[in-house]
């Protein structure tokens, strides 16, 4: 394993460059692949990040014996990913999925502690569940927020397109388009460019992505209203092939000043997708549902 410290363009050290990582998130490792394909049916949460190994009773526990247990550095990550793994990682093109609750602080307020919290473990279900059928690496559920990433070596090579599919998924698992509609208020966001991925971290260890496309992504989330899906310009154009163009407003650098507005045809007889891609602090897409007819009763 060779690693290497560079120079960025201020001749600051970056984080240290490993071939074995670079080849793993690239070309992928079969092993892994096959295991994160078989454990994503497996129950139960929580799992590792990487390998999707159950942490949950009761396979949680056969697998454990194998070495699949939580690592005592982060029990995030099963003891083989983390601690068989090396230190370090790579500079690679990745694809990041953002998602949050809107108005969660009022809604805390306003609903009892345990309601609220079941509420969150629902929403928690509902975008692993998704965002593990997509392949993705879901990295923080952290309070009213979930991030995940796809790379080629672990999501495949239509990685990108996969984030943006798993973004519309998951807000149809949440309800929009749906009759009865949304059970909570969600936006989310894709972005797409290069990042660092790797084991970071000293005693503790983290398999994480960092960024200036992590924080864009992070800027489009925050601009996106309820039932929205922000997805950056040139992450998955023929996706929204037909459209208007706009600029949105963001906070942050905005290296981009196109946006494109696509309406889609209906999917179904209850919805359709009002599609608008743009291009602010990145180029992004917002997609939400428009109701259009009651479903026919069964």
């Not at 388009?177 to 983290?206: E, H, I, K, Q, T």
């Not at 994480?208 to 996106?224: I, K, P, Y």
């Not at 998955?236 to 196109?258: F, N, T």
């Amino acid at each position: 394993m060779n690693n290497h410290n560079t120079l960025d363009a201020s001749g600051q050290t970056r984080r240290p460059h490993s071939d074995q990582w670079y080849r793993l998130l690239t070309e992928g490792h079969a092993p892994l692949v096959r295991a994160r394909r078989v454990f994503r049916y497996l129950p139960s949460a929580p799992r590792c990040k990487m390998c999707n190994n159950p942490f949950g009773r009761p396979v949680g526990r056969i697998l454990g014996v194998a070495g699949f247990k939580p690592s005592r550095k982060n029990p995030d990550l099963c003891t083989r990913c983390c601690d068989a793994v090396p230190h370090g990682g790579a500079e690679v093109d990745i694809a990041v999925l953002l998602a949050d609750v809107r108005g969660s602080t009022t809604l805390g307020e306003q609903t009892p502690a345990a309601d609220f919290a079941t509420l969150l473990d629902r929403f928690y279900a509902a975008a692993t569940q998704t965002l593990l059928r997509r392949d993705a690496v879901v990295d923080k559920l952290i309070g009213d927020e979930v991030m995940a990433f796809f790379v080629r070596g672990i999501s495949g090579p239509d990685y990108r397109h996969q984030a943006v599919r798993a973004g519309l998924e998951l807000l149809s698992a949440i309800g929009y388009g749906r009759d009865g509609g949304p059970w909570l208020n969600v936006g989310a966001a894709v972005n797409a460019g290069p990042a660092y991925v790797g084991n970071v971290g000293g005693a503790v260890v983290d398999f994480t992505a960092l960024g200036d496309s992590v924080n864009a992504a992070a800027r489009m989330q925050q601009a996106a209203a309820g039932g929205e899906l922000l997805v950056a310009a040139g992450v998955a154009d023929d996706l929204v092939a037909h459209g208007s163009r706009r600029q949105p407003a963001l906070r942050g650098p905005r290296p981009a000043d196109r946006s494109l507005r696509v309406d889609h045809p209906e999917t179904s007889e209850e919805a359709r997708w009002r599609t608008t891609a743009c291009t602010a602090s990145v180029a992004c897409t917002r997609v939400s549902w428009i109701r259009t007819r009651p479903r026919p009763a069964q």
